[in-house]
T-cell receptor, first 117, second 114 residues
Framework: AQKVTQAQTEISVVEKEDVTLDCVYETRDTTYYLFWYKQPPSGELVFLIR??????QNEISGRYSWNFQKSTSSFNFTITASQVVDSAVYFC??????????????FGQGTILTVHP | KAGVTQTPRYLIKTRGQQVTLSCSPI?????VSWYQQTPGQGLQFLFE???????NKGNFPGRFSGRQFSNSRSEMNVSTLELGDSALYLC?????????????FGPGTRLTVL
């Protein structure tokens, strides 16, 4: 079975601060995929990034960056110079390869990020 | 390209009734997954359909069912509603050829059971 843990339930920062959202995952599968989604107040989950288990290269996209470390089973997400528009719930998710896993994402409990002006 | 659409956006039902929710995936996507989101349990996978066949199912009672049509549109049905079924129901679509594919979510249907 797969499990995703986001230990931070809520984070509150002031605009322009950097913030890191933690994600730890568990799986016995050797091929798996990790995702981050953002859920603004409107409710729709917005895809941010995907990583596969064979690619530990970190990625930067504008103010967003992701740090994937297989040794610690972590896939952390950093927002640099946060903005009020970043306020949302952020979910880390995991899927594994294989026929019994089609269409299934296992989500963490989410981290509520509030950025104050 | 139009995104994933879900109808209705809000529903209020009473215990014992049944409800049908609809999801139209992104054009060309053949996989539709359904999730239930509640404050207590978070996001939980219900089931997934691909080319009109259920390929995967989560740990929900048989009151929760679904189907997919030849145009990839999907419906989910909940019979004999219980108070605990109050939730945001999200559907997501993907090309469906691999579990590698990211899923694109609709805005959800907010179901309230009284």
């Amino acid at each position: 079975a797969q499990k995703v843990t986001q230990a931070q339930t809520e984070i509150s920062v002031v605009e322009k601060e950097d913030v890191t959202l933690d994600c730890v995952y568990e799986t016995r599968d050797t091929t798996y995929y990790l995702f981050w989604y953002k859920q603004p107040p409107s409710g729709e989950l917005v895809f941010l990034i995907r990583r596969n288990s064979f690619d530990e290269q970190n990625e930067i996209s504008g103010r967003y960056s992701w740090n994937f470390q297989k040794s610690t089973s972590s896939f952390n997400f950093t927002i640099t110079a946060s903005q009020v528009v970043d306020s949302a719930v952020y979910f880390c998710a995991l899927s594994v390869a294989g026929g019994t896993s089609y269409g299934k994402l296992t989500f963490g409990q989410g981290t509520i990020l509030t950025v104050h002006p | 390209k139009a995104g994933v659409t879900q109808t209705p956006r809000y529903l209020i039902k009473t215990r014992g009734q049944q409800v049908t929710l609809s999801c139209s995936p992104i054009s060309g996507h053949r996989s539709v997954s359904w999730y239930q989101q509640t404050p207590g349990q978070g996001l939980q996978f219900l089931f997934e359909y691909f080319s009109e066949t259920q390929r995967n199912k989560g740990n929900f009672p048989g009151r929760f069912s679904g189907r997919q049509f030849s145009n990839s549109r999907s419906e989910m049905n909940v019979s004999t509603l219980e108070l605990g079924d109050s939730a945001l129901y999200l559907c997501a679509s993907s090309p469906g050829l691999s579990t590698y594919n990211e899923q694109f979510f609709g805005p959800g249907t907010r179901l309230t059971v009284l």
